[in-house]
């Protein structure tokens, strides 16, 4: 009974629509919903890299004054910082090593949060770099390219 009532429903108006909206949803929003979320996370850390290494001096001064990055020697943190900010935003983009992308940025982002400046935005970062790193960085990525062109090597 419980079947035939499922049928019914998939098959009536809202079944359908439904049925075509979750497709419509997982074919070519989802994708596009990563690719803006991979996008979005990689400009705000690619603009903080960019300010970072238009002035060393001044980046510097603020990692030995201002931030205070535990267990780090300032110097130390500001490259790694920077590195990460530059680095890991390229790969978000193309989509490729995403996850292994994510955790840095992830780390970062805690490492503001916590030490230096506590924001409501920090935790919708992490919440949009954790999608990532559980997810995947979706369809429309190098790194789903390759999976793809992998799984169809090992059928043959």
Not at 6 to 16: D, I
Request: aromatic letters at 14%; one cysteine or more; charged letters at 15%.
């Amino acid at each position: 009974m419980l079947f035939h009532q499922l049928t019914k429903l998939q098959n009536s108006l809202v079944g359908r629509v439904y049925t075509k909206g979750t497709i419509f949803l997982d074919k070519i929003a989802s994708p596009l919903f990563m690719l803006f979320i991979r996008f979005w996370m990689a400009s705000i850390f690619w603009y903080s890299g960019l300010t970072k290494i238009s002035n060393w001096s001044a980046t510097l001064y603020l990692f030995d004054n201002v931030y205070h990055v535990p267990d780090l020697s300032p110097t130390l943190a500001a490259y790694l910082s920077t590195l990460v900010e530059i680095v890991c935003p390229v790969l978000l983009v193309f989509g490729i090593m995403s996850r292994l992308a994510a955790i840095p940025m992830l780390v970062t982002t805690a490492v503001i949060q916590f030490t230096f400046l506590k924001s409501i935005d920090h935790t919708y970062w992490a919440i949009l770099l954790g999608m990532i790193l559980v997810n995947g960085p979706g369809q429309l990525s190098v790194d789903c390219f390759l999976k793809k062109k992998l799984s169809s090597i090992k059928r043959r």
